[in-house]
């Protein structure tokens, strides 16, 4: 097996990818990020120093890393400069090592536009989108009418094409509601963040495949496999495939350069936005978690709806990715209780199932069958080995994989980058 490892969530987004990731990332010569855009949130606390990547790699951070932005990222522009720009004098010492693909489309204000209104439409079924225009952009993408970051070498044919996107956009919003766009506006605001990332666009295909097998590559997953547009919670997902497919489709390299494959669990269950969520607390324990776990969106704020550790999702998200070890994150979260129920399958319509249903309907009458473990009352931030931890959290970790037949390789016991158990 080659070097390269792959770092997916396993559940709904937030798992504390970003860490993993950040605590990985100065042993690889190269991150690359396959799909999503600034929709993704990774939080990366570095000597105390909290910082939040959306488009970046986690890489970034690092600075002998080459960062790559893949073909199946969609990327603003305008998020990317800000981004860039917030990061101060890392930012200047990240732009010669990013790379960002000639075939990823862009993000533009019409696609975040479009993503308001139609979820404005959408009523009692909004998705919950973070509204940063990724529906609209992947739907342009599909569609066959959207715009690559590869046509920015030639500016007049660029404006060219965007001046037809945006006028198709204007079309599009016309028919769905009363807002329009002011086309002018939108080309001086898109055209200068556009023209700074021009000298970092590279074919990324090409540039990857150049690098060969002496190079380690560390594939940096966004989002979670339950919101991945075909294995998720349809229609309550986002509009990429966030598992193992999309590291493949989303950088051009193959499943053999794929190497080891790291699921992120979190130690309890949490999702944002909308769609069913069995495990969920709406009570005081979800409360708890939520203070306690700081569980508010990294990127919109919203606080995050949080439940009971969800093994079903879990099992079937290492099932369809081929997941080799489980990095489990803020296990010190759960201190302080006496009593886990860990949820082990569901009763849907009088049946007992352990996988995933596909439709949503099943899910959202879906009851979780809880096993209860027992807590533990220690405060695990200073932990380093596995034998540091008290009984009942080895317990609940070989549960966990007992259950899910996937050894788990890493314990999150703290924010910091220091504060893990790797066994
Ligand atoms: P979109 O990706 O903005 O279209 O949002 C679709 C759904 O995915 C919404 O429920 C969002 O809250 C969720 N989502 C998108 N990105 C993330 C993420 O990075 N973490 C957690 N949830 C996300």
């Known amino acids: 097996m080659n070097r390269n490892k792959v770092v ?18 100065g042993h690889f010569d190269l991150v690359v990020r396959c799909q999503g855009g600034a929709n993704a949130g990774h939080t990366v606390v570095v000597e105390g120093r909290k ?12 600075p002998a890393v080459t960062c790559v932005i893949g073909n199946g990222v969609v990327i603003d522009p305008l998020a990317l400069q800000n981004e860039l720009a917030d990061l101060g004098p890392a930012g200047d010492d990240l732009r010669p090592r ?25 009523g009692d079924n909004k998705v919950g989108t973070t509204q940063r225009g990724i529906g609209p952009c992947y739907s342009d993408k599909i569609n066959r009418i959207g715009l690559r970051c590869g046509e920015l070498i030639d500016e007049a044919l660029f404006e060219k094409r965007l001046r037809i996107l945006l006028a198709a956009a204007d079309r599009q919003l016309a028919q ?29 295909v090409d540039f990857l495949h150049r690098q060969g097998r002496a190079k380690s590559v560390l594939f940096e997953g966004a989002q979670g496999s339950m919101l991945d547009i075909d294995f998720g919670t349809y229609p309550f997902v986002t509009s990429s495939n966030t598992g193992i497919g999309g590291v493949i489709t989303g950088s051009g390299l193959s499943h053999q350069d794929v190497g080891e494959v790291i699921g992120i669990v979190k130690a309890y269950t949490t999702r944002v936005g909308a769609g069913p969520m ?34 079903v999702v ?6 369809i990715n081929g997941v080799d070890t489980i990095a489990l994150t803020k296990l010190d979260v759960l201190s302080g209780r006496s009593e886990l129920p860990v949820c082990v399958a569901y009763t849907v319509a009088g049946r007992r199932i352990e996988t995933i249903p596909g439709r949503i309907e099943d899910l959202e009458g879906a009851e979780p069958v809880y096993e209860t473990l027992p807590g533990w009352s220690e405060d695990l931030s200073s932990c380093r080995h596995f034998n ?13 994989e007992e259950r899910v037949g996937v050894r788990v390789g890493w314990i999150g016991v703290g924010p910091g980058r220091d504060e893990v158990i790797c066994r």
């Open 176 to 204: 769905i509601g009363d807002e329009r766009l002011d086309i002018e506006a939108i080309l001086a605001e898109t055209l200068p963040p556009c023209r700074a990332m021009a000298p970092m666009v590279t074919d990324t």
């Open 98 to 122: 990013l790379r960002i693909s000639d075939r990823a489309h862009l993000v533009l204000p019409c696609h975040k536009i479009i993503d308001r209104v139609a979820e404005e439409l959408k």
């Open 8 to 25: 997916l969530g396993l559940q709904w987004g937030d798992e504390g990818k970003g860490k993993v990731i950040d605590v990985l990332a």
């Open 51 to 62: 910082t939040v990547l959306h488009l970046l790699p986690s890489g970034a951070l690092h």
């Open 388 to 400: 540091d931890l008290p009984e009942a959290a080895r317990r609940y970790v070989a549960f966990i």
């Open 314 to 319: 879990v099992g079937y998200a290492c099932r």
């Open 278 to 311: 069995p495990t969920e607390l709406t009570n005081a324990d979800g409360e708890a978690l939520r203070t306690t776990g700081g569980e508010f969106g990294a990127t919109t704020g919203r606080p995050r709806r949080c439940g009971w550790l969800d093994l």
